[in-house]
């Protein structure tokens, strides 16, 4: 961390956005119609309420794309999100939009276990996946590509996570145990590292996307360059964009759209 940061100021994206209300109402109405048009499959990964994942499959052989939703492992659920598997539904990919328990009813570690309980079910299709996320669920996609699956669990494919495609993403946590956003996720300095996968062992394999809104925190900014930088100097390709005239809260909107650039990133990746 660097000393002279407002941290608070960086990461608290509520405030720097304050339309945001009327964003995530958007969000809710549009993917309320989508669900309506395009009836998700409900696929159950654990014994929890949350541990469900929205399955919106439009081909039983091509790899899936998982969107994990954001919302500082604190607030949302996958619902929000449904019509972000527009873009790619469109082009025949199949797109799972997992829940997961919030702080601080549970930790940022359980989440995070949370998250590889629900590859393993989507392993059970067969088929490879892109695990793409926006901020929280940035981070906790970067960290399923960071997972060592055959040590996770002997009977997966090691390479069942192809390639991670993190929106705003966090991959070091220490700077939020300072803010208010830490109330509900109770992190310290320890724990804050070991969910960082920042500091993990770099993945060996896949490939690494991490973007950023144009109009997004320098401590955004600093996040995905810093990751991009460090895992793609170690073993994997990895690269840093920026999605022009964003802010933290519009820049996931790009994946309705079949011919945006987020999109067809994220098809050229589950077409490998």
Known sequence: MSAGVDYEFEYNNRARVPEHPTI???WAKDAAAYRERHVPRAVTYGPGVRNTIDLFSVSDEKPIVVFIHGGYWQ???GSYFSHLAAGLNAHGISVAVPNYDLCPDVAVHDTIRQMRAAVRQLARFGRSLVISGHSAG???????LATDW???DASLPRDIVVAAYAISGLFDLGPLVGTSINKALGLDAASAKAASPLFWKVPTRGNLDAVVGEYESAEYFRQSKTI??????ASITARFGVIPNANHFTVISELAD???PMTLRLLELASR
């Open 24 to 26: 995530i109402a958007g």
């Open 75 to 77: 607030a949302l659920d």
């Open 138 to 144: 940035g981070h906790l996609a970067a960290c399923m």
């Open 150 to 152: 055959k040590a996770y």
């Open 228 to 233: 991009v930088d460090r895992w793609g100097a």
């Open 258 to 260: 079949p011919q945006s």
